[in-house]
């Protein structure tokens, strides 16, 4: 029997994660890609040390900021020990919770003993540089070299772990059809690896390192991963249209017919496509790699608008009523303060860095101002 | 070993230190998203609610008292009654249809096991609850419930849902949204019991029952009797009248929107 049906009350429902997770997700995958752009010359890889150098700073800066983006997605962030009280080894979350201090801490201290020698030298500097240098290199013993290609390897496997927390997370979840596959956290990474490149193709010109290996080296890897990340989307459709899985094509006809959505695939698909091409035409074109950054600023875009799309726009499609959940980002703390917020305290954490750390190493070596005055020749 | 002297070990262990084992025995029977051991209420009961929609006619006294006893915030519903315009195609005829929702406590709950702090658990009756007290908010279990029975109480900021009245079927009290209903359209009652008016109506009617979105394999244990089966799943419907839109296609109002 056909009939037509209009909803004269139904319930609205709200969005029950807030934009901070967005910026969580994408800082983490940031952070995980940016580690293991950085792995090859921390485990004795010669001609990657500069993007090496580029990329731990991206790393260390991402892997602060992203927990403190998790903490404030809670509604009650004060009540964040109940995780370790209260261990829960059947939640990917609460997995989660026990792996990303232990993942964070690893960072950490892999960034501190890569910059500590360079801080070692900058301890006779004077100003508050020189005594920041004094407190943090906690005397002066020898960075023992082992230590450092012993820890990647410890970040390296902490790492897949929170790729796999975070993936697994949101893909357990059966309520929401457009979550729940394999091939979402699939998608996590190589979104994640699209933005790394990007970062590292962004802080390599405006740090002054300007190295033009390292911009090829992530424009290859960023073609490489659109067209990985094309390779899953497809996957994914034609699973959902060849009814392989139930979940996709459920998926596929919760949005099928709302524009905005048809709009945000073509726009996704236009984006991607356009930046793996060019950012393979770059890398074969020795004259345009200087122009990497350009690809890397739109590869940050489409990263953080896929997390967007997939963490606050799939909330907004109705589970229990036609339509959609409204959802108008809110300006307060549950908005677009969370988003910029995140973004200061990013630009913060890099620029602490910046001012404290010489972390370009060996070609600082001699004094900061030599430095500034390298990046303003290189720029 | 005969049946009685392995009984009687059993329960000699579980009386010495083997009982301290136990948590974490079925800790670690638990695999990541497995529904982890109920815990509290009486396990001799199984309570469940059957919604008979041949009376209901949706006064929305149930979401009245629900909200009056259990001080959910305003826009915030632990129930309501969803009401629908069918209209048949060919015929033109016009009939409203009601759809009482409220959390299903289901079988297999998908809120319980991603629960990080295990705050929200299903008690031995059946009862999913959640222990505001030890909430994180990370409203999780929010996204995880496909019926949008959970939400975040902006005043206590953790989770909140219809605990089947739980604080009042402990003192012989009805649910308020049993309670109040005019056509006496809301049941429950332990299932376990083959007495009780609910066990007689399943028996009944099993055939004729129907649970919402039974392809999620939740098992809702709430049931509905007379139920149409398009309103199983998300409705293939206009939006409602609470849709207020200006012309650019903005919406201009919501009914709970002012403070």
């Known amino acids: 029997m056909n009939s037509l049906v209009t909803e004269i009350v139904v319930p609205r429902y709200g969005l029950a994660w807030y934009p901070w997770a967005v910026q969580y997700f994408f800082l983490i995958a940031l952070s995980y890609c940016t580690l293991w752009l950085s792995a090859p010359g921390l485990l004795g890889a010669k001609n990657w040390r500069n993007t090496t150098k ?34 829960t080894p059947w939640s990917w979350m609460s997995i989660g919770a026990f792996l990303l201090p232990v993942y964070v801490g ?8 890569c910059w500590r020698p360079a801080m070692l030298a900058q301890r006779d500097a004077s100003g508050l540089q020189g005594l920041v240098a004094r407190l943090v290199c906690l005397g002066s013993w020898n960075t023992p070299r082992l230590l450092i290609p012993l820890l990647t390897l410890a970040a390296l496997v902490l790492s897949t772990g929170i790729i796999l927390y975070t993936g697994a997370e949101i893909a357990v979840v059966k309520g929401r059809p457009l979550w729940n596959t394999p091939w979402l956290p699939v998608m996590f990474l190589t979104t994640g690896m699209l933005g790394a490149t990007g970062l590292v193709l962004v802080l390599n010109r405006i740090s002054g390192v300007c190295s033009a290996s390292t911009n090829r080296r992530m424009l290859s890897l960023m073609a490489f991963s659109g067209l990985a990340c094309g390779l899953v989307a497809l996957t994914w459709y034609l699973d959902g ?9 459920e998926a596929l006809a919760s949005v099928r017919d709302n524009p905005t959505w048809r709009n945000m695939a073509f726009w996704g698909l236009f984006a991607g496509a356009f930046l793996t091409l060019s950012a393979w035409f770059m890398s074969t074109h020795t004259r345009l790699l200087p122009f990497g950054w350009l690809a890397g600023l739109l590869a ?10 997939v963490l606050m726009d799939v909330q907004t499609v109705a589970r229990n009523t036609a339509g959609s959940n409204d959802y108008t980002i ?50 | 070993m005969d049946l009685i002297r392995r009984s009687l070990l059993g329960q000699l262990a579980k009386l010495t230190a083997g009982a301290a084992l136990i948590p974490f025995a079925s800790l670690a029977k638990a695999g990541i998203n497995d529904q982890p051991v109920r815990r509290e209420g009486d396990p001799t009961k199984r309570y469940g609610m059957l919604i008979d929609l041949r009376r209901c006619i949706g006064c929305q006294a149930c979401t009245v008292s629900c909200h009056i006893e259990n001080a959910a915030p305003l826009g915030n519903f632990r129930t309501i009654v969803s009401q629908f315009e069918v209209e048949d195609a060919e015929s033109g005829d016009c009939a409203t249809f009601m759809l009482p929702r409220l959390c299903n406590h289901c079988e297999n709950p998908p809120c319980v096991p991603v ?58 009290l009805l649910p308020a949204c049993v309670e109040s209903c005019v056509g006496g359209a809301r049941i429950i009652g332990d299932m376990r019991d083959p007495h009780s008016q609910i066990s007689q109506m399943i028996a009944e009617y099993r055939d004729q029952l129907m649970v919402l979105q039974p392809e ?43 403070d």
């Open chain 1, 241 to 249: 249209s060849n009814q392989v899985s139930g979940s996709v094509s």
């Open chain 2, 115 to 172: 629960c990080p702090v295990q705050a929200t658990f299903q008690r031995q009756d059946g009862i999913v609850v959640v222990d505001s007290d030890r909430c994180v908010g990370c409203a999780y279990c929010v996204n995880a419930c496909p019926y949008d029975a959970r939400f975040i109480n902006e005043t206590t900021q953790t989770a909140d849902k219809c605990t089947f009245c739980a604080h009042r079927l402990e003192a012989n």
């Open chain 1, 300 to 309: 940050l875009h489409v990263a953080w608008m896929f997390r967007w799309a």
């Open chain 1, 54 to 87: 580029v990329a731990l700073f991206a790393c260390v800066s991402t892997t602060l900021v992203a927990p403190v983006a998790l903490l404030a997605d809670l509604h009650q962030p004060l009540r964040f020990w109940h995780f370790y009280a209260h261990p």
């Open chain 1, 106 to 113: 690893t960072v950490v201290a892999l960034g501190y003993l």
């Open chain 1, 330 to 379: 809110a300006f307060g703390s549950s908005g677009w303060l969370g988003v910029i917020g995140i973004f200061g305290l990013w630009l913060a954490a890099l620029l602490l860095i910046e001012l404290f750390v010489p972390w370009r190493g060996e070609a600082s070596k001699n004094t900061s101002a030599a430095t500034q005055e390298g990046a303003v020749h290189h720029g």
């Open chain 2, 216 to 258: 999620k394999n939740t098992f809702p244990q709430v049931f509905y009797l007379g139920m149409d089966e398009q309103f199983t799943r998300r409705p293939q419907a206009t939006v409602g009248i609470w849709d207020v839109r200006d012309q650019n296609g903005k919406e201009i109002g919501y009914e709970f929107s002012g």
